[in-house]
Protein backbone atom coordinates (compact mmCIF):
# COMPACT_ATOMS: atom_id res chain seq x y z
CA UNK A 1 0.00 0.00 0.00
CA UNK A 2 1.46 3.76 -0.45
CA UNK A 3 1.38 5.60 2.72
CA UNK A 4 3.10 8.62 3.29
CA UNK A 5 6.23 7.27 4.27
CA UNK A 6 7.70 6.72 0.91
CA UNK A 7 7.63 10.09 0.10
CA UNK A 8 10.94 11.30 -0.63
CA UNK A 9 12.65 13.52 2.12
CA UNK A 10 13.68 17.01 1.75
CA UNK A 11 17.43 15.92 2.36
CA UNK A 12 16.98 12.89 -0.40
CA UNK A 13 15.27 15.69 -3.03
CA UNK A 14 18.79 17.66 -2.41
CA UNK A 15 21.29 14.91 -3.46
CA UNK A 16 19.62 15.29 -6.70
CA UNK A 17 21.25 16.66 -9.46
CA UNK A 18 18.26 18.45 -11.00
CA UNK A 19 17.79 20.06 -7.65
CA UNK A 20 21.33 21.06 -7.72
CA UNK A 21 20.55 22.78 -10.95
CA UNK A 22 17.38 24.31 -9.31
CA UNK A 23 19.49 25.80 -6.38
CA UNK A 24 22.92 27.14 -8.65
CA UNK A 25 19.66 29.18 -10.10
CA UNK A 26 17.35 30.56 -7.35
CA UNK A 27 20.02 30.80 -4.25
CA UNK A 28 19.48 27.16 -1.54
CA UNK A 29 17.06 29.11 1.11
CA UNK A 30 14.36 29.68 -1.93
CA UNK A 31 14.60 26.22 -2.96
CA UNK A 32 13.94 24.46 0.02
CA UNK A 33 11.28 26.96 0.77
CA UNK A 34 9.89 25.84 -3.12
CA UNK A 35 10.46 22.13 -1.95
CA UNK A 36 9.09 21.84 1.32
CA UNK A 37 5.32 23.47 -0.46
CA UNK A 38 5.58 21.50 -2.36
CA UNK A 39 5.93 18.25 -0.32
CA UNK A 40 3.38 19.73 2.10
CA UNK A 41 1.05 20.42 -0.82
CA UNK A 42 1.69 16.71 -1.77
CA UNK A 43 0.71 15.31 1.82
CA UNK A 44 -2.41 17.50 1.81
CA UNK A 45 -3.73 16.01 -1.18
CA UNK A 46 -2.94 12.75 -0.08
CA UNK A 47 -4.66 12.80 2.92
CA UNK A 48 -7.56 14.08 1.37
CA UNK A 49 -7.72 11.46 -0.81
CA UNK A 50 -7.38 13.16 -4.09
CA UNK A 51 -4.09 11.49 -4.90
CA UNK A 52 -3.79 8.28 -4.79
CA UNK A 53 -0.34 7.59 -5.52
CA UNK A 54 2.59 9.11 -4.38
CA UNK A 55 4.24 11.48 -7.78
CA UNK A 56 7.27 10.67 -9.22
CA UNK A 57 10.50 12.22 -7.75
CA UNK A 58 10.60 14.50 -11.26
CA UNK A 59 7.47 15.40 -10.79
CA UNK A 60 7.98 16.84 -7.06
CA UNK A 61 10.84 18.64 -9.20
CA UNK A 62 8.51 19.95 -11.82
CA UNK A 63 6.33 21.56 -8.97
CA UNK A 64 9.43 22.99 -6.84
CA UNK A 65 10.57 24.92 -10.19
CA UNK A 66 7.07 26.26 -10.90
CA UNK A 67 6.77 27.61 -7.60
CA UNK A 68 10.33 29.18 -7.94
CA UNK A 69 9.91 30.72 -10.99
CA UNK A 70 6.30 32.19 -10.02
CA UNK A 71 8.23 33.65 -7.22
CA UNK A 72 11.27 35.11 -8.79
CA UNK A 73 9.00 36.05 -12.17
CA UNK A 74 8.89 40.18 -12.05
CA UNK A 75 5.05 41.10 -13.05
CA UNK A 76 6.51 44.39 -15.43
CA UNK A 77 7.92 43.38 -18.77
CA UNK A 78 7.92 44.34 -22.10
CA UNK A 79 5.20 43.51 -24.47
CA UNK A 80 4.97 44.59 -28.19
CA UNK A 81 2.42 47.34 -28.91
CA UNK A 82 0.22 46.56 -31.94
CA UNK A 83 -2.86 48.57 -31.05
CA UNK A 84 -1.76 51.30 -32.91
CA UNK A 85 -1.93 53.63 -29.91
CA UNK A 86 1.25 55.40 -30.17
CA UNK A 87 1.36 56.82 -26.54
CA UNK A 88 -0.94 53.87 -24.69
CA UNK A 89 -1.02 54.47 -21.03
CA UNK A 90 -1.42 51.10 -19.91
CA UNK A 91 1.42 49.91 -22.23
CA UNK A 92 3.67 52.34 -20.30
CA UNK A 93 3.39 55.45 -22.81
CA UNK A 94 6.91 56.60 -24.24
CA UNK A 95 9.28 54.07 -25.18
CA UNK A 96 12.58 55.93 -25.06
CA UNK A 97 15.17 56.90 -27.51
CA UNK A 98 18.56 54.69 -27.42
CA UNK A 99 20.23 58.02 -26.33
CA UNK A 100 17.98 58.48 -23.28
CA UNK A 101 18.29 54.43 -22.54
CA UNK A 102 22.15 54.86 -22.61
CA UNK A 103 22.06 58.27 -20.47
CA UNK A 104 19.86 56.03 -17.37
CA UNK A 105 21.70 53.14 -17.47
CA UNK A 106 25.31 55.44 -17.00
CA UNK A 107 24.36 57.42 -14.19
CA UNK A 108 22.08 54.30 -12.79
CA UNK A 109 25.04 51.71 -13.09
CA UNK A 110 27.93 53.88 -10.64
CA UNK A 111 27.83 57.13 -9.06
CA UNK A 112 27.51 60.63 -10.84
CA UNK A 113 27.69 64.29 -10.15
CA UNK A 114 23.91 64.55 -8.89
CA UNK A 115 24.40 67.05 -6.46
CA UNK A 116 28.15 67.58 -6.21
CA UNK A 117 29.86 70.84 -8.06
CA UNK A 118 32.40 69.34 -10.23
CA UNK A 119 34.24 73.03 -10.29
CA UNK A 120 34.63 73.89 -6.38
CA UNK A 121 34.19 70.67 -5.33
CA UNK A 122 31.65 70.90 -2.91
CA UNK A 123 27.80 70.11 -2.56
CA UNK A 124 25.64 70.68 -5.90
CA UNK A 125 22.05 70.72 -6.82
CA UNK A 126 20.06 68.30 -8.91
CA UNK A 127 17.53 71.13 -10.06
CA UNK A 128 20.33 72.45 -12.15
CA UNK A 129 20.59 68.96 -14.39
CA UNK A 130 18.28 69.57 -17.99
CA UNK A 131 17.53 73.40 -16.81
CA UNK A 132 19.62 74.99 -19.14
CA UNK A 133 18.49 72.82 -21.89
CA UNK A 134 14.77 73.97 -21.26
CA UNK A 135 15.69 77.19 -21.27
CA UNK A 136 16.99 77.07 -24.44
CA UNK A 137 14.37 75.37 -25.94
CA UNK A 138 11.61 76.98 -24.27
CA UNK A 139 12.43 80.29 -23.71
CA UNK A 140 11.68 80.20 -20.27
CA UNK A 141 13.60 81.68 -17.30
CA UNK A 142 14.08 78.76 -14.94
CA UNK A 143 13.02 75.08 -14.76
CA UNK A 144 12.07 72.59 -12.19
CA UNK A 145 11.69 68.64 -13.06
CA UNK A 146 9.64 66.79 -11.04
CA UNK A 147 8.04 63.20 -10.78
CA UNK A 148 4.93 63.41 -13.06
CA UNK A 149 3.14 66.36 -14.39
CA UNK A 150 0.28 65.65 -11.53
CA UNK A 151 2.61 66.43 -8.54
CA UNK A 152 4.03 69.51 -10.59
CA UNK A 153 0.37 70.60 -10.54
CA UNK A 154 -0.27 69.70 -7.02
CA UNK A 155 3.19 71.72 -6.20
CA UNK A 156 2.77 74.59 -8.03
CA UNK A 157 -0.75 74.66 -6.81
CA UNK A 158 0.53 74.52 -2.45
CA UNK A 159 3.58 76.44 -3.07
CA UNK A 160 1.68 79.47 -4.69
CA UNK A 161 -1.87 79.27 -4.06
CA UNK A 162 -2.30 77.57 -0.72
CA UNK A 163 -5.27 79.42 1.03
CA UNK A 164 -5.54 81.62 -2.06
CA UNK A 165 -8.00 81.89 -4.41
CA UNK A 166 -7.58 80.21 -8.03
CA UNK A 167 -9.08 81.08 -10.77
CA UNK A 168 -10.17 78.93 -13.50
CA UNK A 169 -12.59 78.30 -16.41
CA UNK A 170 -15.70 75.43 -15.36
CA UNK A 171 -14.92 73.68 -18.80
CA UNK A 172 -11.37 73.49 -18.13
CA UNK A 173 -12.45 71.27 -14.41
CA UNK A 174 -11.05 68.12 -15.93
CA UNK A 175 -10.65 64.58 -14.67
CA UNK A 176 -7.27 63.46 -16.29
CA UNK A 177 -7.76 59.66 -15.48
CA UNK A 178 -6.61 57.71 -12.75
CA UNK A 179 -9.01 59.91 -10.19
CA UNK A 180 -7.04 63.05 -10.90
CA UNK A 181 -9.46 65.72 -10.96
CA UNK A 182 -8.49 69.40 -10.82
CA UNK A 183 -10.81 70.28 -8.69
CA UNK A 184 -9.60 67.62 -5.78
CA UNK A 185 -6.31 68.59 -6.66
CA UNK A 186 -6.80 72.22 -5.60
CA UNK A 187 -8.83 71.13 -2.46
CA UNK A 188 -5.86 69.15 -1.41
CA UNK A 189 -3.18 71.91 -2.39
CA UNK A 190 -5.67 74.20 0.06
CA UNK A 191 -6.11 76.61 -2.99
CA UNK A 192 -9.35 77.92 -3.11
CA UNK A 193 -11.25 77.11 -6.37
CA UNK A 194 -12.72 79.86 -8.21
CA UNK A 195 -14.64 78.68 -11.22
CA UNK A 196 -15.88 81.29 -13.59
CA UNK A 197 -17.86 80.84 -17.11
CA UNK A 198 -20.39 78.25 -18.64
CA UNK A 199 -19.81 74.77 -19.27
CA UNK A 200 -19.37 75.75 -23.18
CA UNK A 201 -18.44 79.71 -22.86
CA UNK A 202 -16.10 81.81 -21.34
CA UNK A 203 -15.23 85.63 -21.43
CA UNK A 204 -12.43 87.92 -21.12
CA UNK A 205 -14.83 90.08 -18.38
CA UNK A 206 -15.56 86.45 -16.18
CA UNK A 207 -11.34 86.35 -15.34
CA UNK A 208 -12.10 90.51 -14.82
CA UNK A 209 -15.05 90.16 -12.64
CA UNK A 210 -13.27 86.79 -10.57
CA UNK A 211 -9.53 89.03 -9.88
CA UNK A 212 -11.65 92.14 -8.25
CA UNK A 213 -11.15 90.32 -5.07
CA UNK A 214 -7.76 89.27 -4.73
CA UNK A 215 -6.47 85.92 -5.96
CA UNK A 216 -3.13 83.64 -5.76
CA UNK A 217 -3.34 82.24 -9.40
CA UNK A 218 -5.09 82.25 -12.41
CA UNK A 219 -5.27 78.85 -14.36
CA UNK A 220 -5.80 77.05 -17.23
CA UNK A 221 -5.66 73.58 -17.93
CA UNK A 222 -5.85 72.27 -21.29
CA UNK A 223 -8.71 69.78 -22.13
CA UNK A 224 -6.29 67.09 -23.20
CA UNK A 225 -8.86 63.89 -23.41
CA UNK A 226 -12.22 65.64 -24.64
CA UNK A 227 -13.05 68.08 -26.86
CA UNK A 228 -15.49 70.93 -26.80
CA UNK A 229 -17.57 71.44 -30.09
CA UNK A 230 -20.34 73.44 -31.09
CA UNK A 231 -21.52 77.03 -29.21
CA UNK A 232 -18.51 77.66 -27.24
CA UNK A 233 -16.01 80.06 -26.76
CA UNK A 234 -12.27 80.70 -24.54
CA UNK A 235 -10.28 83.66 -24.89
CA UNK A 236 -6.63 83.29 -25.95
CA UNK A 237 -4.63 82.81 -23.36
CA UNK A 238 -2.61 85.83 -24.05
CA UNK A 239 -5.98 88.11 -23.62
CA UNK A 240 -6.18 86.05 -19.99
CA UNK A 241 -2.29 86.38 -19.24
CA UNK A 242 -3.05 90.24 -19.94
CA UNK A 243 -6.04 90.62 -18.20
CA UNK A 244 -4.46 88.56 -14.92
CA UNK A 245 -1.40 90.82 -14.68
CA UNK A 246 -3.81 94.13 -14.55
CA UNK A 247 -4.30 92.64 -11.31
CA UNK A 248 -0.74 91.37 -10.46
CA UNK A 249 -1.94 87.78 -10.65
CA UNK A 250 0.50 84.77 -12.41
CA UNK A 251 -1.08 82.42 -14.62
CA UNK A 252 -0.21 79.01 -14.79
CA UNK A 253 -0.99 76.97 -18.06
CA UNK A 254 -1.30 73.12 -17.03
CA UNK A 255 -0.75 72.11 -20.56
CA UNK A 256 -0.79 68.05 -20.03
CA UNK A 257 1.34 66.98 -22.84
CA UNK A 258 2.85 70.08 -23.91
CA UNK A 259 4.57 69.11 -27.43
CA UNK A 260 7.71 71.24 -28.28
CA UNK A 261 6.93 70.53 -31.98
CA UNK A 262 3.49 71.04 -33.95
CA UNK A 263 1.92 67.88 -34.34
CA UNK A 264 -0.31 69.98 -37.23
CA UNK A 265 2.86 68.55 -39.34
CA UNK A 266 1.73 64.71 -38.77
CA UNK A 267 -1.93 65.37 -40.02
CA UNK A 268 -3.03 65.59 -36.72
CA UNK A 269 -4.92 68.67 -34.64
CA UNK A 270 -2.89 71.19 -33.22
CA UNK A 271 -1.91 70.49 -29.82
CA UNK A 272 -0.86 73.62 -27.59
CA UNK A 273 3.25 73.63 -27.57
CA UNK A 274 4.98 74.56 -24.80
CA UNK A 275 6.67 77.46 -26.85
CA UNK A 276 2.79 79.41 -27.57
CA UNK A 277 2.05 79.52 -24.00
CA UNK A 278 5.72 81.06 -22.99
CA UNK A 279 5.36 83.41 -25.94
CA UNK A 280 1.57 83.93 -25.01
CA UNK A 281 3.43 85.46 -21.16
CA UNK A 282 2.31 82.36 -18.77
CA UNK A 283 4.39 82.67 -16.15
CA UNK A 284 4.56 78.93 -15.28
CA UNK A 285 3.64 75.86 -17.60
CA UNK A 286 3.69 72.69 -16.61
CA UNK A 287 3.75 69.28 -18.91
CA UNK A 288 4.72 65.74 -18.68
CA UNK A 289 7.88 63.93 -19.83
CA UNK A 290 6.25 60.72 -21.00
CA UNK A 291 3.79 62.18 -23.28
CA UNK A 292 4.18 63.89 -26.55
CA UNK A 293 7.79 64.93 -25.33
CA UNK A 294 8.19 61.38 -25.95
CA UNK A 295 10.75 61.03 -22.56
CA UNK A 296 10.82 59.86 -19.48
CA UNK A 297 8.05 59.82 -16.82
CA UNK A 298 8.49 63.71 -15.40
CA UNK A 299 6.48 66.55 -14.95
CA UNK A 300 8.26 69.31 -15.99
CA UNK A 301 7.80 73.02 -14.87
CA UNK A 302 8.96 76.41 -16.74
CA UNK A 303 8.40 80.13 -16.63
CA UNK A 304 9.38 82.67 -14.13
CA UNK A 305 12.44 82.57 -11.82
CA UNK A 306 10.98 84.19 -9.20
CA UNK A 307 8.37 82.05 -9.32
CA UNK A 308 9.74 78.54 -9.93
CA UNK A 309 12.59 79.46 -6.89
CA UNK A 310 9.37 79.85 -4.42
CA UNK A 311 8.25 76.38 -5.81
CA UNK A 312 11.72 74.75 -5.47
CA UNK A 313 11.44 75.91 -1.54
CA UNK A 314 8.11 74.01 -0.78
CA UNK A 315 8.36 70.94 1.60
CA UNK A 316 6.44 69.19 -1.28
CA UNK A 317 8.93 69.57 -3.79
CA UNK A 318 11.28 67.29 -1.98
CA UNK A 319 8.47 64.54 -1.60
CA UNK A 320 7.99 64.51 -5.79
CA UNK A 321 11.52 64.91 -6.77
CA UNK A 322 13.24 63.52 -9.47
CA UNK A 323 15.76 60.80 -9.51
CA UNK A 324 19.01 60.79 -11.45
CA UNK A 325 17.93 58.33 -13.92
CA UNK A 326 15.03 60.24 -14.75
CA UNK A 327 16.91 63.81 -15.09
CA UNK A 328 19.43 62.13 -17.10
CA UNK A 329 17.11 60.19 -19.75
CA UNK A 330 14.46 63.50 -19.72
CA UNK A 331 18.50 65.79 -20.42
CA UNK A 332 19.05 63.33 -23.15
CA UNK A 333 15.34 63.24 -24.83
CA UNK A 334 15.82 67.12 -24.90
CA UNK A 335 19.21 67.33 -26.37
CA UNK A 336 17.11 65.56 -29.22
CA UNK A 337 14.99 68.38 -29.71
CA UNK A 338 18.19 71.25 -29.70
CA UNK A 339 19.73 69.00 -32.52
CA UNK A 340 16.46 69.08 -34.51
CA UNK A 341 16.66 65.06 -34.38
CA UNK A 342 13.70 64.20 -32.65
CA UNK A 343 11.70 62.49 -35.95
CA UNK A 344 14.83 60.41 -36.35
CA UNK A 345 16.14 59.56 -32.59
CA UNK A 346 12.75 59.95 -30.43
CA UNK A 347 10.48 56.58 -31.15
CA UNK A 348 7.04 58.24 -30.48
CA UNK A 349 8.06 61.15 -32.99
CA UNK A 350 9.30 58.72 -35.70
CA UNK A 351 6.18 56.52 -35.00
CA UNK A 352 3.72 59.74 -36.25
CA UNK A 353 6.60 60.79 -38.86
CA UNK A 354 6.03 57.08 -40.42
CA UNK A 355 4.61 57.44 -44.18
CA UNK A 356 1.78 55.26 -45.08
CA UNK A 357 4.15 53.84 -48.05
CA UNK A 358 6.36 52.84 -45.25
CA UNK A 359 3.78 50.98 -43.23
CA UNK A 360 1.83 49.64 -46.17
CA UNK A 361 5.69 48.05 -46.79
CA UNK A 362 5.84 46.74 -43.12
CA UNK A 363 2.45 45.17 -43.21
CA UNK A 364 2.84 43.15 -46.60
CA UNK A 365 6.39 42.00 -45.08
CA UNK A 366 4.30 40.63 -42.38
CA UNK A 367 1.50 39.13 -44.73
CA UNK A 368 4.65 37.64 -47.05
CA UNK A 369 6.19 36.33 -44.03
CA UNK A 370 2.99 34.56 -42.43
CA UNK A 371 1.63 33.72 -45.76
CA UNK A 372 -1.56 35.06 -44.79
CA UNK A 373 -3.89 38.06 -44.10
CA UNK A 374 -4.92 40.92 -45.93
CA UNK A 375 -3.57 44.41 -45.79
CA UNK A 376 -6.28 47.04 -44.35
CA UNK A 377 -6.81 50.97 -44.94
CA UNK A 378 -6.88 51.92 -41.02
CA UNK A 379 -5.87 54.41 -38.16
CA UNK A 380 -3.68 54.59 -35.58
CA UNK A 381 -4.22 57.12 -32.49
CA UNK A 382 -1.92 58.99 -30.39
CA UNK A 383 -3.84 58.02 -26.56
CA UNK A 384 -2.41 58.81 -23.69
CA UNK A 385 -4.97 61.67 -22.68
CA UNK A 386 -3.26 63.78 -25.73
CA UNK A 387 -4.97 64.59 -29.06
CA UNK A 388 -8.70 63.12 -28.56
CA UNK A 389 -10.77 61.97 -31.56
CA UNK A 390 -7.58 62.46 -33.23
CA UNK A 391 -6.25 59.76 -35.60
CA UNK A 392 -3.31 59.25 -38.50
CA UNK A 393 -4.31 57.19 -41.70
CA UNK A 394 -2.33 53.72 -40.98
CA UNK A 395 -2.01 50.36 -43.02
CA UNK A 396 -2.98 47.32 -41.10
CA UNK A 397 -2.93 43.61 -41.30
CA UNK A 398 -5.70 42.07 -40.59
CA UNK A 399 -6.07 38.34 -39.59
CA UNK A 400 -9.35 36.36 -40.02
CA UNK A 401 -9.28 34.06 -36.87
CA UNK A 402 -12.02 31.19 -35.04
CA UNK A 403 -12.41 33.45 -31.92
CA UNK A 404 -11.14 36.67 -32.04
CA UNK A 405 -11.01 36.16 -27.65
CA UNK A 406 -9.20 33.20 -27.92
CA UNK A 407 -6.60 34.95 -30.32
CA UNK A 408 -5.88 37.81 -28.00
CA UNK A 409 -5.63 35.92 -25.42
CA UNK A 410 -3.48 33.43 -27.26
CA UNK A 411 -1.50 36.38 -28.72
CA UNK A 412 -1.41 37.67 -24.74
CA UNK A 413 0.33 34.33 -23.33
CA UNK A 414 3.19 34.80 -26.12
CA UNK A 415 6.45 35.28 -24.78
CA UNK A 416 6.84 38.58 -25.10
CA UNK A 417 3.35 39.34 -25.21
CA UNK A 418 1.35 40.81 -28.06
CA UNK A 419 -1.49 43.27 -27.71
CA UNK A 420 -3.65 44.02 -30.84
CA UNK A 421 -7.00 45.41 -31.84
CA UNK A 422 -9.73 43.34 -33.10
CA UNK A 423 -12.55 44.65 -35.62
CA UNK A 424 -15.79 42.21 -35.98
CA UNK A 425 -14.26 39.06 -36.30
CA UNK A 426 -10.66 39.99 -37.54
CA UNK A 427 -7.50 40.80 -35.71
CA UNK A 428 -5.69 44.32 -36.56
CA UNK A 429 -1.87 44.74 -36.27
CA UNK A 430 -0.93 48.09 -36.79
CA UNK A 431 3.00 48.32 -37.88
CA UNK A 432 2.86 51.85 -36.80
CA UNK A 433 3.61 51.38 -32.76
CA UNK A 434 5.75 48.00 -32.86
CA UNK A 435 9.15 48.56 -32.81
CA UNK A 436 11.77 47.52 -35.73
CA UNK A 437 13.38 45.09 -33.40
CA UNK A 438 10.39 43.54 -32.03
CA UNK A 439 9.30 42.70 -35.59
CA UNK A 440 11.17 39.20 -35.33
CA UNK A 441 9.16 38.19 -32.15
CA UNK A 442 6.23 39.85 -33.31
CA UNK A 443 6.09 37.30 -36.48
CA UNK A 444 7.05 34.01 -34.53
CA UNK A 445 4.53 35.17 -31.73
CA UNK A 446 1.69 35.01 -34.38
CA UNK A 447 3.00 32.59 -36.19
CA UNK A 448 2.93 30.25 -32.94
CA UNK A 449 -0.59 31.44 -31.82
CA UNK A 450 -2.09 30.62 -35.73
CA UNK A 451 -1.42 27.42 -35.30
CA UNK A 452 -3.07 26.39 -31.79
C1 LIG B 1 -1.84 63.97 -18.37
C2 LIG B 1 -2.17 65.23 -17.69
C3 LIG B 1 -1.77 65.46 -16.36
C4 LIG B 1 -1.03 64.42 -15.58
O1 LIG B 1 0.24 64.17 -16.10
P1 LIG B 1 1.07 62.87 -15.66
O2 LIG B 1 2.44 63.11 -16.23
O3 LIG B 1 0.36 61.71 -16.22
O4 LIG B 1 1.10 62.86 -14.17
C5 LIG B 1 -2.10 66.66 -15.78
N1 LIG B 1 -2.79 67.60 -16.46
C6 LIG B 1 -3.19 67.42 -17.75
C7 LIG B 1 -3.96 68.49 -18.43
C8 LIG B 1 -2.89 66.21 -18.39
O5 LIG B 1 -3.30 66.02 -19.66
Excluded at 132 to 157: C, D, H, M, R, Y
Excluded at 174 to 186: K, L, Q, S, T, Y
Excluded at 294 to 299: L, R
Aim: hydrophobic residues 40%; aromatic residues 4%; contains cysteine.
Amino acid sequence: MTTLRNLPSVEQLLQIESTAHLIARFGRPLTLDAIRLTLDEIRTRFKSGLLVDLPSTEFILTQTESHLTTWTNSTLHPVINATGVILHTNLGRAPLSDATIRAMDSVSRGYSNLEFDLETGKRGSRLIHAESLLQKLTGAESALIVNNNASAVLLILSALANKKRVVIARSQLVEIGGGFRIPDVMKQSGAKLVEVGTTNKIHISDYQEALIESAGLVMRAHRSNFKLVGFTEEPELKDIVETAHKFDVPVVDDLGSGALYDTAKYGLAHEPTVQESMQAGADIVCFSGDKLLGGPQAGIIVGKKVLIDKIKKHPLARAVRADKACLAGLSATLTHYLKDEAEREIPVVKMMSLTLKQLQGRAEAWRNELGQGEIESGLSTVGGGSLPDESIPTFLLSLKVKSVEKFLKTLRKNNPPIIARTEQDKILLDPRTVLPEQEGALLVGVKNSLKT
